[in-house]
């Protein structure tokens, strides 16, 4: 069951945003490349050494999770090479094309192997990289090579490659925003706002690398480059090893979910599902990356107290139970998930998805909301979601935020085709 009408033609073809910036880049990417064959390059064993660089890079980007810089290194080098004014004391000469161009035959030397194992996302990627390392070349080579910065020595030239880099990593947070809302149509404002907070994280680390290594070239030259990228592959490692951690951990709490489903306590693939579309609803609620963990954990969990329970309810379905009865789970849940060693944030979650909603925190009246729909979906036969949607909302003075089910609604009618609802 999906509960939505059968969606129109014109909804499967690729939003106009994306199609936008994708056309961007690959504008961006055909002129450069062309006025580089056609002048040739500068400083060819810098443009060899930046682009072996990116390449490796580009090579090592993780695709194994959900990282805002998934190839930090050739991020910094592509940048780097961008605002690379100087060679061993020389100026530079070559100009936004040359640095696009190597930027862009990099990338793709690098990409092959993701493209080859139909990794999602490696367009974005390129698109992203094109557009940001353009953006950044224009606003630092033509100046430079009109001698603009010529007086611009010391901390002055630092703090300028710095506040030019800060500029590009906005521009990038911009463009990563504008592509996950076209890819998924979740709400910009909440998506800009993550990609900004995750520029606090590893992309400090690409713009102070970067920095580092425009101005270590411009005086040692190329050797500098081996030198300050070890730092950030140490760097992107550890950032490899958390999110090992994390994932490891998720797979543990979700396998701690199915215990209800193995026992017979709750329909198979229910928890999973609640998760799924609670985390919808939350995105189009403007929930935070951490306030997403939260409510994807404790929907995960949400149903755990039916395990204390000597006679299993019904199908599982405890939507329809007393509220005494419901809140009798809900506190039994949310002590099982405290001795599981989980943040006590999923706890009280779980403990209080029962409560009325005018007193409870959001992810609970998401988890409350979505599981009574599944529920009343799943068994309410032909026309059930829309059904159960209607029962929600005409529950919405007592039982359910007027918020969350709007929310629900519009996540249903938006992106019904892609969420594992139940059926």
């Known amino acids: 069951m999906t509960g939505c009408r059968r969606a129109s033609t014109s909804s499967c073809r ?18 450069s490349l062309a006025t580089t064959l056609w002048t040739g390059l500068d400083e060819r064993g810098a443009a060899l050494a930046f682009g072996v660089l990116v390449t490796v890079g580009e090579l090592s980007r993780w695709t194994g999770a959900q990282v805002r810089e998934a190839a930090p290194l050739g991020a910094a080098a592509a940048l780097s090479y961008a605002l690379l004014g100087a060679y061993a004391g020389a100026p530079t000469r070559h100009g936004v094309a040359q640095v696009v161009a190597v930027v862009l035959a990099a990338s793709l030397l690098g990409a092959v192997p993701h ?21 950044a070349a224009i606003c630092f080579q033509p100046l430079y090579n009109q001698g603009t910065f010529r007086d611009w020595v010391g901390p002055a030239y630092a703090l300028l490659l710095l506040a030019l880099l800060s500029l590009t990593a ?29 520029l606090l994280g590893i992309g400090s680390a690409v713009c102070a690398t970067g920095a580092v290594m425009a101005l270590a070239v411009a005086v040692a030259g190329l050797w500098a480059l081996p030198v300050f990228s070890l730092p950030l592959l140490l760097t992107q490692m550890s950032f490899r090893r958390y999110a090992a951690v994390r ?48 409510l994807e954990y404790a929907a995960l969990m949400h149903d755990i107290g039916q395990l204390s329970l000597v006679d299993p309810v019904p199908a599982g379905a405890t939507a329809g139970l007393p509220a005494g009865e419901q809140r009798r789970i809900a506190l039994l849940g949310g002590a099982v998930v405290r001795q599981t060693g ?23 009246r998401v988890v409350r909301a979505v599981n009574a729909y ?50």
Not at 380 to 388: D, E, I, N, V, Y
Request: hydrophobic share 45%; net charge neutral; glycine share 6%.
């Open 170 to 198: 906005l521009c990038d947070a911009v463009l990563a925003a504008a592509l996950a809302h076209s890819r998924t149509r979740w709400p910009f404002g909440p998506l800009l706002r993550d990609e900004l907070r995750a």
């Open 115 to 135: 493209i080859a194992r139909g990794q999602r996302g490696t367009f974005d990627h390129l698109a992203r990289r094109i557009l940001t390392v353009g953006f």
């Open 247 to 294: 994932a490891t951990y998720r797979q543990t709490i979700a396998s701690l979910a199915r215990a209800t489903e193995i026992a017979g306590y709750t329909p198979a693939g229910h928890a999973r599902r609640v998760a799924a579309l609670g985390q919808a609803v939350g995105r189009d609620l403007g929930l935070t990356e951490p306030e997403l963990t939260v």
């Open 14 to 31: 690729p939003p106009f945003l994306l199609v936008l910036i994708h056309a961007s880049a690959a504008l961006l990417a055909t002129l």
């Open 342 to 364: 989980v943040n006590p944030q999923v706890a009280m979650v779980v403990e209080r998805q029962a409560d009325p909603w005018r007193e409870q925190p959001v992810a609970a």
């Open 374 to 423: 599944e529920e009343k979906a799943r068994d309410a036969g032909p026309g059930g979601p829309l059904k159960a949607l209607e029962e929600l909302r005409l529950a919405t003075a007592e039982e359910y935020a007027p918020e969350v089910v709007e929310a629900l609604a519009r996540v249903l009618s938006r992106d019904c085709l892609t969420l594992p609802l139940a059926g």
